[in-house]
């Protein structure tokens, strides 16, 4: 990891970032077809600028490229499968939920044949920035998520390890390509409870061969900013920590620090990304908000061992108040690395 972050709390994010009014309306033209691929790329070339501008000026230590080149968190990855076709969503009336997105069924074994394209995405914001960088990508059970299994799968679970292969596959080229700190989300760790072990064999799998630095986001689902799973962490451990990761990132400030002492009773010596700035709610953190749930977490977390985040990506949040919440992340936690530092 380079030496431009701080030894001391980190700040980071956990990999989306707002989608500004301009980004909404380009996407309804490409939709209708009334941009070119040169349109297209141009686009979101410019987002992940912005995100990228958004996060140095925001002062954060390891940046990410906002994701902005994904939608909707895994449904952008489905244009580049062959093997499964669209089906009518659950719900189309009312307001979106979990049982609005569009779905998927296989129709025979899934390949993605040019990969993920988050290699492109990293070589792209690596070039534009001289910041470190997180780079995120959806675990396998998770980017499965709004598949069903069809012909093909027996199983869920069963189609989730065909797909970690490719993940595998991504996550190599990432590292040749220089990436030396790589975060798996999996949110549905927690939104489909009852096969932990089993999980974790497959996100083990996911990562075999993989010498850079290994995060894992296990949140509770951030759709339209309501959570999905039970939100409790208690009951995936000692199982998470048979995972190969450096780091498990894990959310308190919307639970109002629930489980703040969790890493004290469950936890091991590795490290600890720590959710601070609530991403389903529009009040805007103080940066004394923040460094005193920073500090709660300290009575039990060693602060070489932390790492500060919000809870989950800013993608259901607008872009104005995404910045004042970055912002107050960064100064809540000088607060308290200056405490610490005398």
């Not at 941009?35 to 002062?59: C, S, W």
């Not at 700190?181 to 999996?186: R, S, T, Y």
């Not at 103080?286 to 500090?295: F, G, L, S």
Request: charged residues 25%.
């Amino acid at each position: 990891m380079t030496d431009l972050q701080p030894k001391l709390l980190p700040t980071t994010v956990i990999g989306s970032h707002a989608t500004p009014s301009w980004l909404w309306t380009a996407i309804d033209e490409m939709d209708k077809g009334n941009y070119g691929p040169t349109d297209t790329k141009e686009t979101f070339d410019d987002a992940v600028n912005m995100a990228i501008l958004d996060q140095e000026r925001a002062g954060v230590d390891i940046i990410s490229d906002g994701e902005m080149r994904r939608w909707y968190f895994v449904q952008s990855f489905y244009k580049r499968m062959t093997g499964i076709v669209e089906e009518p969503p659950l719900r189309t009336v009312g307001l979106y939920g979990y049982d609005s997105p569009q779905r998927y069924r296989a129709t025979e074994k899934i390949t993605i044949p040019e990969g993920l394209g988050i290699v492109e995405e990293y070589l792209y914001a690596k070039a534009h920035t001289d910041k470190p960088i997180k780079v995120t990508c959806p675990g396998p059970l998770t980017l499965t998520m709004h598949i069903r299994p069809g012909e093909g799968y027996k199983s869920r679970l069963d189609l989730a390890w065909d797909v970690a292969q490719v993940i595998n596959a991504e996550l190599k080229a990432l590292e040749e390509a220089g990436a030396d700190f790589i975060q798996l989300d999996e949110p549905s760790f927690a939104i489909i409870p009852g096969e932990l072990n089993e999980w974790v064999s497959l996100y083990n799998s996911t990562v075999e061969g993989i010498d850079a630095k290994l995060a894992l986001h296990v949140c509770f689902g951030n759709l339209a900013s309501r959570p999905r799973g039970k939100r409790d962490y208690g009951w995936m451990f000692p199982a998470l920590l048979e995972t190969k990761t450096d780091q498990l990132v894990l959310e308190f400030a919307n639970r109002e620090m629930k489980e703040a002492d969790l890493w004290g009773d469950a936890g091991d010596d590795r490290e600890l990304g720590a959710g601070v700035v609530d991403v389903k709610s529009f009040y805007v953190e103080k940066p004394e908000d923040v460094a005193e749930r920073i500090r709660m977490l300290l009575k039990t977390v060693e602060p070489e061992k932390l790492y500060i985040s919000p809870d989950c990506g800013f993608f259901q949040l607008p872009r104005w108040i995404t910045y004042l919440k970055l912002q107050a992340l960064v100064a809540g936690t000088k607060i308290v690395r200056q405490e610490l530092e005398g």
